[in-house]
């Protein structure tokens, strides 16, 4: 009789104990795979990214975000603080002033800082970035926290330079484009040409084009990107007026020459966007026209005159 009594109660314990598991087995879990962040990105109207020289701020536009007055790339913003307020973090590896130093999260030494603000300017959080533990790690803290966990960022993430946060495509053209007239009275290189379509057929100079090549290249102006900001401009090289869903628009070609004469750095400019930016070279001579460029060819594979 005993034996059976100690077994029953010995059952109740069991079960208490199974009902004890599934009620805080969430509350496990969050203590593994605590939160490293509590950022709100929907809170977010600017941030600052820091080392120890340098900084650079990202603002949340009317309409899109802006770093330093340009268009900032909101898909690369909107995708880091995602992933910023997901963060997660394992025990903290170490949690001392002298450990802070080593690891580079400290307040007088560390790799990046940054902190994010609402519109009302008050501080959402900040946080240290230092060395990587591994790749795709970095080692971070929480400002106000002794704590130093290894968190999945990398300090590359977080560039330092306008450029690094520009919307590369804002120069392009959006919309259908009807007609280009590209004109240069550049010394050895003069340019007055007109690639326009009528009916759905793409003509230069009045002629029929190779309708192929000629939808590739107006397609460049869809798809235009650029380096960066430009500091200088250089001397202009072309002038393209394109016609876009009925209306002009303007984009202009500068450059500098080396001493050879031959041009090495190219910039670009609209009236679409305010600023002038670097633009790759390759990209540059694509979009000027030459005398053959766009010209339907013969049996042979030459140019048509």
């Known amino acids: 009789m005993n034996n059976k009594i100690e077994w029953l109660i010995g059952l109740v314990l069991l079960q208490l104990l199974l009902v004890i598991l599934v009620l805080f087995s969430g509350s496990f879990q969050k203590e593994e795979n605590p939160r490293f962040s509590s950022l709100n990105e929907s809170l977010v109207a600017f941030f600052e990214i820091a080392d120890q020289d340098s900084s650079v701020k990202i603002e949340r536009g009317e309409t899109q975000w802006q770093v330093d007055g340009y268009l900032a790339d909101a898909d690369k913003i909107n995708s880091t603080l995602k992933k910023i307020s997901e963060l997660n973090a394992q025990w903290p590896i170490a949690d001392t002033v002298t450990s802070a130093e080593r690891f580079e999260v400290g307040e007088d030494s560390f790799q990046r800082k940054l902190s994010f603000y609402d519109q009302e300017e008050s501080l959402l959080e900040e946080f240290y970035l230092g060395t990587s533990p591994s790749y795709q790690r970095v080692h971070a803290r929480q400002a106000g926290s002794s704590s130093i966990y290894s968190v999945k960022l990398s300090n590359y993430e977080f560039g330092l330079k306008r450029d690094d946060w520009l919307d590369k495509a804002l120069a392009s053209v959006s919309g259908d484009i009807s007609r280009i007239h590209i004109t240069s009275s550049r010394e050895g290189f003069a340019i007055d040409k007109t690639l326009s379509q009528d009916d759905g057929v793409w003509k230069i100079q009045g002629e029929l084009a190779d309708q192929a090549a000629a939808k590739i290249y107006v397609e460049r102006f869809n798809n235009l990107r650029v380096l960066g900001i430009a500091d200088e401009s250089g001397d202009k090289v072309a002038d393209l007026e394109l016609t876009v ?49 766009l010209l339907p060819s013969d049996p042979e594979g030459e140019p048509t005159e």
Not at 254 to 278: H, L
Request: hydrophobic share 40%; glycine share 8%; no cysteine.
């Open 245 to 293: 869903n009925g209306k002009k628009q303007l984009i202009s070609l500068f450059g500098i020459e080396d001493e050879e004469g031959a041009i090495e750095d190219y910039f670009v400019e609209s009236d679409d966007v305010p600023g002038i930016f670097r633009l790759a070279t390759y990209i540059a001579e694509q979009i000027l026209l030459t005398d053959t460029d």
